[in-house]
T-cell receptor, first 114, second 113 residues
Framework: AQSVTQLDSQVPVFEEAPVELRCNYS??????LFWYVQYPNQGLQLLLK??????LVKGINGFEAEFNKSQTSFHLRKPSVHISDTAEYFC????????????FGPGTSLSVIP | DGGITQSPKYLFRKEGQNVTLSCEQN?????MYWYRQDPGQGLRLIYY???????QKGDIAEGYSVSREKKESFPLTVTSAQKNPTAFYLC????????????FGSGTRLTVV
């Protein structure tokens, strides 16, 4: 079975500073990886995904993530955050052989401080 | 534009009543999902359907029921058997090959009064 860990439940960061949100997964089979963002009282929106190929994936809103197979990690980064990045961020994983069911991590609340 | 519509956005229910949450998509997606979100607990899967007239229980199906009579629609009924129904409910859809990612609706916040 797969599982997803997001070690930081809350991450405060000053505006224009860089940020890294950590995600680790466990799986006995190959996986696809995703990051979603959720703004208050809204649904989730796909930020980026890793399917195969280059381990550095670029997404919307200036975010990027790097897949590290040996460390089973998929950390999300942004070099300079804005107030509008304040939101909940979810890492997610699905098996390559059965990719219709996705497992979500518990989420990380990013607060950007002016 | 294609997307998923959830209604209503806010719903209040008296204890002992059943309520139905609507989810409609015009993305021509085969698979649809219902998740429950509670503060600090992330998303938990209630039910999912990969094809019309077929659905499977997720991790927390007790007290809930669904139907999938049309490809576009996947309503969720919260029954009186659900002990703690106050939560934020999210509907999602995907192609059968979900590697493209999920598309989510904007959610329904259910409060039991």
């Amino acid at each position: 079975a797969q599982s997803v860990t997001q070690l930081d439940s809350q991450v405060p960061v000053f505006e224009e500073a860089p940020v890294e949100l950590r995600c680790n997964y466990s799986s006995s089979v190959s996986v696809y990886l995703f990051w979603y963002v959720q703004y208050p009282n809204q649904g989730l929106q796909l930020l980026l995904k890793y399917l195969s190929g280059s381990t550095l994936v670029k997404g919307i809103n200036g975010f990027e993530a790097e897949f590290n197979k040996s460390q089973t990690s998929f950390h999300l980064r942004k070099p300079s955050v804005h107030i509008s990045d304040t939101a909940e961020y979810f890492c997610a994983v699905t098996m390559k052989t059965s990719s219709d069911k996705v497992i979500f991590g518990p989420g990380t609340s990013l607060s950007v401080i002016p | 534009d294609g997307g998923i519509t959830q209604s209503p956005k806010y719903l209040f229910r008296k204890e002992g009543q059943n309520v139905t949450l609507s989810c409609e998509q015009n993305l021509n997606h085969d698979a649809m999902y219902w998740y429950r979100q509670d503060p600090g607990q992330g998303l938990r899967l209630i039910y999912y359907s990969q094809i019309v007239n077929d659905f499977q229980k997720g991790d927390i199906a007790e007290g809930y029921s669904v139907s999938r009579e049309k490809k576009e629609s996947f309503p969720l009924t919260v029954t009186s058997a659900q002990k703690n129904p106050t939560a934020f409910y999210l509907c999602a859809s995907s192609t059968t090959w979900g590697a493209l990612g999920y598309t989510f609706g904007s959610g329904t916040r259910l409060t039991v009064v």
